[in-house]
């Protein structure tokens, strides 16, 4: 199985990506061993999803990165906090 997956920084920031093995690398993120989320710690896992190959979730996390991909993963996977 590969995972696609999306944790949210503790600044508000969103990170996006693939693994075999979703436990290790989200322990990884919390560690400091991933460079983006190292100085943005601690992250929360807001989604996650499986493949049963490699190539379908590659294609999903780089859908994810693009124009179109970050307004549907704000839409429908980043819980929004609500003001007033």
């Given at each position: 199985m590969q995972?696609?997956?999306?944790?949210?920084?503790?600044?508000?920031?969103?990170?996006?990506?693939?693994?075999?093995?979703?436990?290790?690398?989200?322990?990884?993120?919390?560690?400091?061993?991933?460079?983006?989320?190292?100085?943005?710690?601690?992250v929360e896992?807001?989604?996650?999803?499986?493949?049963?190959?490699?190539?379908?979730?590659?294609?999903?996390?780089?859908?994810?990165?693009?124009?179109?991909?970050?307004?549907?993963?704000?839409?429908?996977?980043?819980?929004?906090?609500?003001?007033?």
């Amino acid at each position: 199985m590969q995972f696609v997956y999306i944790p949210k920084c503790v600044d508000g920031t969103i990170y996006t990506g693939c693994t075999n093995d979703i436990d290790a690398r989200l322990a990884r993120h919390l560690q400091g061993y991933v460079e983006y989320t190292k100085t943005r710690l601690p992250v929360e896992l807001v989604f996650y999803c499986a493949f049963k190959n490699k190539e379908d979730a590659f294609a999903f996390e780089k859908y994810l990165k693009s124009g179109s991909g970050i307004a549907f993963r704000n839409m429908h996977f980043i819980k929004r906090s609500s003001s007033g």
